[in-house]
């Protein structure tokens, strides 16, 4: 099937490619059918589009790459509305608020985007320590730190 | 809405497993003290809200900004 996307205009996807997320993304309950597509770009980005509506497409990024000391503790409940059963199938990402200024550009640590990569299922989770994930990590900062 | 009136150190059940105490009471300010099984996650109401408001800025993004990154 075909579907418009934000960045990429119209692209073909598979049907089985689709993620549901069963109660949407905060603040975009309604939309619950996302697909993941690379983004042309040498950084470890990706566009999260729903497959729904044209102009609902994030920017997401793999989080340990922007920072590589990132790491989290699912909870029972994620787990389960996850339907995991196994850890390989996890697969993480982040989202990205990118500003005009690329400095003051932002990955959401407090967030991230959560999928079961076999049973494509993903929800947006939220962590408990907003200290040590904060809900807007400057990438200015990942990006130094990685040298 | 439910509302209930508690004083200090009295508490509420929710469902037979959440327990809420109220701690202490000075002035605007309640202390809460909650007791849930694991599997039920407690957060502050903002927490939700800020990270909806994060999204919605992150949709936000121009196809300029994003061609910063094309090398």
Avoid: C, W
């Amino acid at each position: 099937m075909n579907i418009k996307t934000k960045f990429l205009g119209e692209v073909e996807i598979e049907q089985s490619e689709i993620l549901t997320f069963e109660n949407g993304l905060p603040g975009f309950q309604e939309f619950t059918k996302f697909i993941l597509l690379g983004l042309d770009t040498d950084l470890p980005i990706a566009l999260l589009q729903s497959t729904e509506k044209e102009q609902i497409g994030f920017v997401v990024g793999y989080p340990f790459a922007f920072k590589h000391d990132y790491a989290f503790d699912l909870s029972e409940e994620d787990k389960e509305q996850l339907q995991l059963e196994d850890e390989s199938e996890v697969a993480s990402y982040t989202v990205l608020t990118l500003k005009e200024n690329f400095a003051d550009s932002t990955i959401n640590l407090l967030a991230p985007i959560v999928i079961n990569t076999k049973q494509k299922i993903g929800k947006q989770i939220v962590l408990q320590d907003s200290e040590k994930y904060p809900l807007r990590y400057k990438i200015g900062i990942a990006k130094g730190s990685g040298k | 809405m439910l509302v209930l009136s508690r004083k200090k150190g009295e508490t509420i059940m929710i469902g037979d497993q959440i327990e809420v105490k109220v701690i202490s009471v000075e002035g605007d300010q309640v202390k809460l003290g909650i007791i849930a099984p694991k599997t039920v996650k407690v957060h502050r109401s903002e927490v939700f809200e800020a990270i909806q408001k994060q999204n919605k800025e992150a949709l936000a993004i121009s196809v300029d900004a994003l061609k910063q990154f094309k090398l």
